[in-house]
């Protein structure tokens, strides 16, 4: 009896507490999968926003990096395969001059102006295309002429450099009439270099180049302003301009930082150039159109021949231009003869970088037989050019004139005093 009485109790144990232990273990392993469920579900939206913000960071660094290139470059383009370059210059300046005239009389003046905007629009098509644009703004000293904004050069080009040392050029230009050199400020400031007076010749032109290994060759042709007497217009005018350039470094030097070598460019170094020039009809300058007027009796071609050679920061600058003949008595006499005006320009120097960069020029300028033009017999001079931060620099310098005694405005002398501030960007 006692013996089935245990049978029956183990069998009873069995079947009420065998299954609730398997029911709580079913309880807790159910609650244990929506915890894991809950957490899984967690972790997915966090890697989502982290996916969302990687992908904003991304966009954000490529969007730095972009206007990083272009700021670097300072070009953008509107169209494929096109980049476009901007660039200016301004220049403010003041001036004193004491002119000393041949009956004893003198005078003196001053004058501040803002002698300068200019703003320069550069901008490549494709690998055989480019075109720029100049605007320009003058003011000149010791003048009341009301001033504007005007289109100084626009140009259309058709080449590329590394595939072909042909190009060709068509637009508004300053034709390659001489190199006119020049260290000073010039006109609007002060006046111009003998040279540029002379030479200086912008025109709608079209013009073929060729440029390869220091060599530089460019003929144009153009229909002038000026005119021989009794001829149609046509366009008849032309000329050429021939130059070799030559430049050889002295070799990098080292220099150690911590003990780290660095190399350096260097900057001393030997550059040279020369070449000639030759205009078919120079009265279509802009410094003789002014003077002749717009028409002559016969052309009469010009020409120019000029150096340039530098050696460790030391410079000198030669430049010669002349009328090949004669000039009418009736368009610029000279005495009691037709004038056949010619003007030089010499400049020697140097560049000291003692704190920035400082060039100081010397100047020996002149002419012959151009009485009627105004220009001076003889010129000196000296300036200074002092670097003050990238792209800006201040100018000071002195030029003394001495005229001829046929001199057209009766001067005898002149002594000029001059400062300007220059920002290029």
Known sequence: MMKGTLILYAILFVFIVGPANVYADMHELEKKVEF??????????????VQKELAELKKTKEASKNEAIKSDDKEFGVFPNSKIAISGLLEFGGAWQHEEFKDGYSESESDLAMTTVELHVDATVGDWFSA?????YEDPTFEDDE??????TATIRIGNAERSPLYLMAGVMYVPFGALFEHFPDDPLIDAPLTLSLGE????????????????????FFNGDVDERGYEDHIEDFGFDINYSYKLLLGQHERYVKGTKFEIEPENC???????????????????????????IDYIPGFAAYLRTEYCGYFFEAEYM???DAFDMSELSSGKSGAKPSVWNFEVGFNYNWWRNLEVALKYAGSDEAEGLGFPKSR???????????????SVGYIHDNYDKDDVDSRDD????????????
């Open 147 to 152: 001033t504007s904004l005007d289109l100084d």
């Open 270 to 296: 030997i550059n040279f150039l020369a070449g000639v020039s030759y205009i078919s009809n120079l009265a279509d300058s802009d410094g003789l159109t002014e003077a002749i007027g717009s028409e002559v």
């Open 201 to 220: 010749t912008r025109e709608k032109a079209i013009l073929v180049g060729f440029e390869r290994s220091g060599v530089s060759m460019a003929a144009y």
């Open 36 to 49: 894991l469920l809950e957490q899984n579900k967690a972790l997915s939206h966090k890697l989502h926003e």
């Open 380 to 394: 000196y001079g000296i300036n200074f050019n002092q670097e003050l931060f990238d792209g800006v620099t201040a």
């Open 132 to 136: 720029e644009s100049t605007l320009l």
């Open 414 to 425: 002149r002594e000029l005093l001059f400062g300007q501030l220059a920002v290029e960007f």
């Open 322 to 324: 002349v009328a090949l």
